[in-house]
């Protein structure tokens, strides 16, 4: 199962997103995958690889949570 979540920062004339997914592995766990930069720039990404899925939900939960803390709302969500 693949989870995804979609996240936009707004700041005067600055733009910046940031994304979370959560993918399998072929191994039974799962890993986390983070994108972020200015919007229209190539941006950077990590990814995370977690021996069990639960933890790879935590993780994510966790990053969502601290970024919403930051000012990241839903892609394309109206203020």
């Known amino acids: ?3 995804e979540r979609l996240l936009d920062f ?3 004339n600055q733009r910046s997103g940031y994304g979370i997914a959560l993918q399998p592995t072929l191994f039974g766990g799962a890993s986390v995958i983070r994108n972020w930069g200015r919007i229209g720039a190539g941006g950077q990404t990590m990814m995370e690889t977690f021996d069990h899925p639960d933890d790879a939900n935590m993780a994510l939960s966790r990053l969502e949570r601290t970024n919403r803390r930051r000012g990241y709302r839903d892609a394309g969500s109206a203020e």
Request: glycine content about 16%; charged content about 15%.
């Open 1 to 3: 199962m693949v989870r």
């Open 10 to 12: 707004v700041f005067g």
